[in-house]
């Protein structure tokens, strides 16, 4: 079965501090990447995305992830995270049809 | 262009009772998605509508019902309410194309509490 795994399920930066959350999946197959963002008190939406195409896809906010194919990985990066990026994040994989699996999720919180 | 709605947000049920949660989007997608968000575990699904006629189980169907009314809205039902089905709740939509799912648009959650 598919999987979805976050390594970090919470973490901690100070203002300023580089971002790296890692996200290894568990299929084979073709795949299409997401990252969603759930800030406090409100829904999932998403960040970034991987179909195809050039491996380094950048979101909003100055979120950046790199699919490494040979990795199995979707890792999300930010040069320097701000307060406002505090929030939950969630690495997500569909491998084709109907079903997204979605990580555990990665609380952050950045100090001010 | 509301997006995703839920109603309701908050809920507080007893052990036996019933109920059914809302779902409608308004952006025309054909399929929707039912989630529960529980500590630890991210989202796991519980039933999707490939289209409006269509249902499916997904990962944590026991428990639950679902109906696609139309193409806009998507309810989901407790029958029996247990103290397991203690969650947030979301609803989701999205297109579908070439076989793919494109990314999902959640709707805001419904905190549920069973005692």
Redesign the interface.
Same mark, same amino acid.
């Given at each position: 079965a598919q999987s979805?795994s976050q390594h970090n @399920?919470h973490v901690i930066l100070s203002e300023a501090a580089s971002l790296e959350l890692g996200c290894n999946y568990s299929y084979g197959g073709t795949v =299409?990447l997401?990252w969603?963002v759930q800030y406090p008190g409100? @829904? !999932?939406? !998403?960040l970034l +995305?991987y $179909?195809s195409g050039d491996p380094l896809v950048k979101g909003i906010k100055g979120f950046e992830a790199e699919f490494i194919k040979s990795k199995f990985s979707f890792n999300l990066r930010k040069p320097s995270v701000q307060w406002s990026d505090t929030a939950e994040y969630?690495c997500a994989v =569909?491998a /084709? /049809? $109907? +079903?997204?699996i979605? /990580?555990?999720?990665t609380r952050l919180f950045v100090k001010a | 262009n509301a997006g995703v709605t839920q109603t309701p947000k908050f809920q507080v049920l007893k052990t036996g009772q019933s109920m059914t949660l809302q779902c409608a989007q308004d952006m025309n997608h054909n399929s929707m998605y039912w989630y529960r968000q529980d500590p630890g575990m991210g989202l796991r699904l519980i039933y999707y509508s490939a289209s409006e006629g269509t249902t499916d189980k997904g990962e944590v169907p026991n428990g639950y019902n679902v109906s696609r009314l139309n193409k806009r809205e998507f309810s989901l039902r407790l029958e029996s309410a247990a103290p397991s089905q203690t969650s947030v709740y979301f609803c989701a939509s999205s297109e579908i194309g070439g076989g793919i799912s494109y990314e999902q648009y959640f709707g805001p959650g419904t905190r549920l509490t069973v005692t």
């Amino acid at each position: 079965a598919q999987s979805v795994s976050q390594h970090n @399920h919470h973490v901690i930066l100070s203002e300023a501090a580089s971002l790296e959350l890692g996200c290894n999946y568990s299929y084979g197959g073709t795949v =299409n990447l997401f990252w969603y963002v759930q800030y406090p008190g409100q @829904h !999932l939406q !998403l960040l970034l +995305k991987y $179909f195809s195409g050039d491996p380094l896809v950048k979101g909003i906010k100055g979120f950046e992830a790199e699919f490494i194919k040979s990795k199995f990985s979707f890792n999300l990066r930010k040069p320097s995270v701000q307060w406002s990026d505090t929030a939950e994040y969630f690495c997500a994989v =569909n491998a /084709g /049809g $109907f +079903k997204t699996i979605f /990580g555990a999720g990665t609380r952050l919180f950045v100090k001010a | 262009n509301a997006g995703v709605t839920q109603t309701p947000k908050f809920q507080v049920l007893k052990t036996g009772q019933s109920m059914t949660l809302q779902c409608a989007q308004d952006m025309n997608h054909n399929s929707m998605y039912w989630y529960r968000q529980d500590p630890g575990m991210g989202l796991r699904l519980i039933y999707y509508s490939a289209s409006e006629g269509t249902t499916d189980k997904g990962e944590v169907p026991n428990g639950y019902n679902v109906s696609r009314l139309n193409k806009r809205e998507f309810s989901l039902r407790l029958e029996s309410a247990a103290p397991s089905q203690t969650s947030v709740y979301f609803c989701a939509s999205s297109e579908i194309g070439g076989g793919i799912s494109y990314e999902q648009y959640f709707g805001p959650g419904t905190r549920l509490t069973v005692t």
